[in-house]
């Protein structure tokens, strides 16, 4: 297969990720309406149970997968060998998951009372090892993936519309979010044998495997500890109305950080394989434009929603949820130590293979955020959940930088820095002018985020951020 662009890869990926915000943005405030608070708190509480077995059926594999199968992409034979070995394992792992669970179910009592749902969430781990999605990102088949995620999300919606219709559907809403999730898996399985001849085999090789398989299976069962913990503990100790109110403010956060990590997301493979060729030179060059990158499209998004925060619940939950526009003030700093804790353990420390490290600093960043979950939640809630977040957030930065940074040396550009400065200073002070015209909320948000895009892109050129006006230059021909 020929050598994809990655500014291609990651135009289709961020495409498709903006389909996955946009998507949410037109279902959520329907679904928070017709479900109510309660509802939606005992959904992502069952949700947050099922992933942690979903990280046991996962086992890390997916991120050793693609790190290691870049190298076998070329080589028919040994690419099928790789990837007959890592889903035999994957199957394993699923079998184990399944067991883990089903004796969780029977045997704890606040998690058995929501047994019906994790049965239908818990159905997505078996679609999710089957689906092998982790061949696609191998070969970088973005056009693909886009494609196929168009079509699950165009029959989410219609389904969603069409089956849930009052606050008594919450298992059918559970169904359909299965296919939300899901459904790509499904079509992956019509699609395998195109690029890739898999099969389960007993020779799986586990002595080449396993050592960096269970060591990139701990960073993800420590990560997900400090991205999930709060969910969980929130429902411990407080109320499914909390937890409601919470999933409001984490899916608002969520949608905003897949989209910046499309840009991280697409790039892992080609890092890994950069370094694997020894071209330190290009892989130093392309990790400095993905860091100023992130930089200027994180900050923004911080500020903005920041600003908005208020009338970003109220049209996503309305009344009911409006207690939740304080915790999204809070979480949305976690933005920019997300984004680059991602992208320094993601893009420069597991491609270096150093997922020791990554696990050092996944493990302080979970323990500590589980510590301050217990101590805070009581007192503050969803807010304090949110609080507990940024910590760990910022926390798992500080540490994978200072690892990250000994690696490669990169640096952020000057005039993006400055240009980055003075945009979201304008952004803010655009949101306070509109606020005081006595305009309808909904205009009040069309107005302020599409004045704010337009003067921050104006800035960056102005400025000549490179991050920007070399794209324009190049695709426009600025002279």
Known sequence: MGKKSLGVNA???????????????FTLPYITRILGAVNLGKYNFANSIVSYFILVAGLGISTYAIREGAKYRTDEYKMSVFASEIFSI????MLLAYILLFITVISVSVVNKYYKIIFIISLSICFTTIGCDWIFSIYEEYLYITIRGIIVQLVYVILLFIGVRSNN???????????SSSGTCLINIFELRKICRIHFTLNMNLKKHLPAIFIIFANVIATSIYTNSDMTILGILTSDYEVGIYTITVKIYNIVKQLLAAIIIVAVPRLSLLWGENKKKEFNMTLETIANMLFSLACPALVGIFSLSNEIVFIVGGNEFLEA??????????????????????????PCKKEKKVLVVTIIAAVSNILFN?????????NAA?????????ISMILSGVYALKISRISLKYRNVMGTIIGCILIYLICLVFRNFNISIVLYLLLSIVSSAIIYISVQLVIRNPVYYDLFKKNMRIK
């Open 374 to 382: 217990f101590i805070l939640i009581p007192y503050g809630k969803q």
């Open 90 to 93: 994957n199957i394993l792992s």
């Open 11 to 25: 135009f289709l990926n961020g495409f498709r990720n903006i389909l996955n915000m946009i998507v949410p943005l």
């Open 325 to 350: 526009s304080f915790s999204l003030k809070i979480i949305c700093y976690a933005l920019l130590f997300s984004v680059f804790s991602w992208f320094f353990t993601d893009c420069i420390l597991i």
């Open 386 to 394: 949110a609080f507990t977040t940024l910590m760990a957030e910022f």
């Open 169 to 179: 559907d919450l298992v059918k809403y559970c169904w359909i979010m299965l296919l």
